[in-house]
């Protein structure tokens, strides 16, 4: 299976998905550069996290309307998997792939913490874990905080598109443990197709124990398993 | 075509939480300014550009709001102000 990933001026975790990919999941991982219209035949198409064009005006804003983009979006919109973590969540909200948006953290604070954070729905990107079961994963990030209207919200909560949340580390939901005012501390969501996720917390810095929880990995072996399905 | 100074404003829409502008009217009561209700921190974009005349700068500029200047899912704009010729 063909993974790539984009990097755009400003991406910084468009090498930890690399590594991630080619290293601990064994996959091919090429990079795709923003300003090309060529996605190299790949079969997942990741969006890495960053500060895309310095977050100037909205973070993900002016990404969007990177060359590759048009290309990430054909991809989508033929049903294939598309991935944004941090960064490329905001630029997938900003590209209309995934509802909603990302904006300034309650706080004010840029948060980077290792947080609790719930598998809420069985789809294409969770299928290596229990729905429920809590991970850990690296968070940092000043624009997380989740946002789109009442009727959406519902809408994703209904439609089993909520996919992570976050939660103390007994799986409880408070506003304690919320680290960014996400409404309903959502972490996460996916389309109303089911193959476009985006999430704030970064699985592609947690495969490996020495440095983050592990707890990253079944993300990306959740997809080889769909290879064929 | 003629120069036009379009000015846009852009504020986070109302009944999203706006944390910018809470911790700025904070500041503001800290300061002795307790006569301040609400705070609403947002963008003033300065465009000038090229149009045949003053409507037709004003219906580039709302489209360019549409498309990037504004995010529809949480801010709203308003075109402030469409001036005939550069900025001196």
């Known amino acids: 299976m063909k993974f790539g990933v984009v990097t755009f001026p400003g991406s910084n975790g468009d090498y930890d998905a690399f590594k991630a990919v080619a290293e601990r999941l064994g996959e091919e991982a090429v990079y795709l550069w923003h300003k090309d219209h060529d996605l190299q035949g790949v079969d997942v198409v990741i969006l890495p996290g960053g500060f895309s064009y310095g977050d100037y005006l909205r973070a993900g804003a002016i990404a969007r309307f990177s060359p590759i983009m048009q290309e990430v979006a054909a991809h989508a919109k033929a049903g294939r998997p598309v991935v944004g973590f941090c960064n490329g969540f905001q630029i997938a909200c900003e590209a209309g792939l995934l509802p909603g948006a990302l904006l300034r953290n309650d706080s004010l604070q840029f948060v980077c913490a290792q947080v609790p954070v719930r598998v809420e729905a069985a789809n294409r990107f969770t299928a290596g874990y229990e729905v429920g079961q809590v991970l850990t994963l690296p968070i940092a990030h000043g624009d997380g905080r989740y946002t789109a209207d009442e009727a959406t919200l519902d809408r994703l909560e209904g439609e089993g598109q909520v996919a992570f949340r976050y939660v103390s580390a007994a799986g409880e939901v408070d506003a304690a443990w919320n680290p960014n005012g996400s409404a309903r501390a959502i972490a996460g969501v996916t389309n109303a197709a089911g193959n476009v996720l985006g999430m704030m917390p970064h699985p592609e810095r947690a495969v490996e124990a020495l440095v983050s929880s592990g707890d990253g990995l079944p993300l990306f072996e959740s997809l080889l398993a769909r290879v064929g399905a | ?88």
């Open chain 2, 1 to 88: 075509m003629s120069r036009f100074r379009v000015t846009v404003q852009i504020t986070p829409r109302r009944g999203i939480l706006d944390p910018q502008g809470k911790a700025v009217a904070g500041a503001l009561h800290a300061l002795g300014f307790p006569a301040v209700h609400d705070v609403h921190v947002g963008r003033h974009i300065v465009l000038e550009l090229d149009a045949a005349d003053q409507a037709s700068a004003e219906r580039d500029a709302r489209a360019m709001c549409e498309r990037l200047l504004a995010n529809p899912v949480t801010e709203d704009f308003a075109i402030a102000g469409v001036t005939a010729g550069a900025a001196t």
